[in-house]
T-cell receptor, first 115, second 116 residues
Framework: GAVVSQHPSWVICKSGTSVKIECRSL??????MFWYRQFPKQSLMLMAT?????????EQGVEKDKFLINHASLTLSTLTVTSAHPEDSSFYIC???????????FGPGTRLTVT | AQKITQTQPGMFVQEKEAVTLDCTYD???????LFWYKQPSSGEMIFLIY??????QNATEGRYSLNFQKARKSANLVISASQLGDSAMYFC?????????????FGDGTTLTVKP
């Protein structure tokens, strides 16, 4: 089956630093990947749609200069949280859309804690 | 208006019994897909079942079945013979449009607890 990995699975960083999260589709190519944010016991909030070779499309209210997304290849998208603050602490999940098939495949998520 | 509504924040079910998790949706697009995902405490999102808007029959996958009532715009998930490992958060989601290219909208989720 289709597998999506995320790295790191958890990270603790100090306020003001930047953190990069990687999302890889391991056995299929994905021209489109999604980045979500999830607070405890809440739903997934779509942050942005990442398209290979072009700029990401951000959802309303999401700061594109703070959450930098790069989709450099058909198997890799990265989310960089710049100048992180404690309020950025959250669970970040990526997903990838296969070119064929139904639905999206999710990564295992990255738990970010900013101290 | 919310596109996906899950009205049950929490549900309890006795082990080995069946349980129905409710989901209603709102769209004017004739082509759409409906999904159910399970999210255990580990956080990973596990795909359970899919129903296309043009599918004539209700989708089934093992112990999971989707009760699709198009006119009522509901897509309830039925889990039969509940197991302790079914305890998790369950999300209903909808993708609008005829292809797999669109983004999905998620409901607020239902936390299911299976009691021994």
């Amino acid at each position: 089956g289709a597998v999506v990995s995320q790295h790191p699975s958890w990270v603790i960083c100090k306020s003001g630093t930047s953190v990069k999260i990687e999302c890889r589709s391991l056995d299929f190519q994905a021209t489109t990947m999604f980045w979500y944010r999830q607070f405890p016991k809440q739903s997934l909030m779509l942050m942005a749609t990442s398209n290979e070779g072009s700029k990401a499309t951000y959802e309303q209210g999401v700061e594109k200069d703070k959450f930098l997304i790069n989709h450099a290849s058909l198997t890799l998208s990265t989310l960089t949280v710049t100048s992180a603050h404690p309020e950025d602490s959250s669970f970040y999940i990526c997903s990838a859309l296969p070119s064929q098939g139904i639905g999206q495949y999710f990564g295992p998520g990255t738990r970010l804690t900013v101290t | 208006a919310q596109k996906i509504t899950q009205t049950q924040p929490g549900m309890f079910v006795q082990e080995k019994e069946a349980v129905t998790l409710d989901c209603t949706y709102d769209t004017s697009d004739p082509s759409y897909g409906l999904f159910w995902y399970k999210q255990p405490s580990s956080g990973e999102m596990i795909f359970l079942i899919y129903q296309g808007s043009y599918d004539q029959q209700n989708a089934t996958e093992g112990r999971y079945s989707l009760n699709f009532q198009k006119a009522r715009k509901s897509a309830n998930l039925v889990i039969s013979a509940s197991q302790l490992g079914d305890s998790a958060m369950y999300f209903c989601a909808m993708r609008e449009g005829p292809t797999n290219a669109g983004k999905s909208t998620f409901g607020d989720g239902t936390t299911l607890t299976v009691k021994p």
